[in-house]
């Protein structure tokens, strides 16, 4: 992996030396073979974050607006901002720097993120992909600065290498280039089926001519996992900042992740709400008193879930709402109020975005399930005033 990043980065420095035009261009993923015998999963599937996580950057799937006086970044960099424009060849951002004079545009080839919260978007050059300085914060409405960007800084330099795609895309293979290592044409966006239960060629085929045989042959079924193995399943994407220990996409379900990522080294005490999912699920008591609890015991990864009443649902499997200590006083509201109250929205210290005054927070569902009490407190409306 060392020596596919030091490829990469020499293929940058010959980009940045040759200043060449992009070969910008976005291919559709592959045709989901799964549908044929599946179609209710993969219909139900493709409404989910997962699926959508990365597309070809279009009109449908680029959520930030383009139109008249909405569609400037002003930064807090005195004749510095960001334009977004949509032309007729695509979609473009160009930063400005009226000060020194300098403009510089890029296309926007790829959206990453489903839109859901918000969207990141990169661009071809010459075989690889950078991040644009500009993204998008679906939940207010407006351009933001590209999270870990400095505010009022033009930078179209951020290289986004293998791993940051494997937790966005089915597959993205790499091939030597006349200036070192580069992205093939051959890749597929969006998490897809092959993800979670492997490369389903095989089985398609063996089922196209055994149509009456019993489905399962040359597949991978998740469900059939050991607890841990679920978990690493999940912990691909969801478990924080880890290093690679073999290639990205290289991962095969249902074997020990442990073999293919390592903890990040000097890693937080406390895993973050950003990004690290599994690791807080594992400090949960409702997980460590239980033999098969995972990721699956509460998420259907086949369609999306959003209602907080129905997922809430879950805990009844081994909770009775009759008795919880202050049954009484929240009555009617307890399934309502149950995700928020114990798996609140906290705040990530490994995500922020930086504006024109400060450098703004971003919230995310905390996984570590318990007992927060003044998050208890301001929800059923007994907290101190100060």
Known sequence: MLRISAGLLASMAAWQVSGSAPASRAIQPKAIACRTCHRQIVTTFARTAHSRTSAPADARSIKGTFDAGHNRLRTGSEGVSFMMERRKDGFYQTGVDLARGFKRTERIDLVVGSGRRGQTYLYWKNGLLFELPVSYLTVTGHWINSPGYVDGQIDFGRLIIPRCLECHSTSFKLQAGPAGTVYSPD???????????????????????????????????????????????????????????????????????????????????????????????????????????????????????????ALAGNCLKCHQTSSHPRASQIGGRMLGLCIDCHMPSTRSNALQIATPTARTPVYFRNHAIGIYPEIAAALLGTAKRP
Do not use: W
């Open 187 to 309: 890749y597929a966006l969006g998490v897809s089926c092959a993800t979670c239960h492997g490369p389903g060629d095989q089985h398609v085929k063996y089922q196209a001519s055994h149509p009456r045989e019993a489905a399962g042959k040359d597949i991978l079924n998740p469900a059939r996992f050991s607890r841990d193995r679920k978990l690493d399943n999940c912990a691909l994407c969801h478990s924080g900042g880890r290093q690679p220990n073999k290639p990205s996409f290289s991962y095969l379900p249902g074997e020990p992740l442990a073999d293919y990522l390592r903890p990040a080294p000097g890693g937080a005490a406390v895993p973050d709400v950003h990004g690290d999912q599994v690791g807080l699920l594992r400090r949960s008591k409702c997980f460590r008193a239980s033999k098969d609890m995972s990721c699956s015991t509460c998420h259907d990864v086949h369609q999306p879930q959003r209602n907080l009443t």
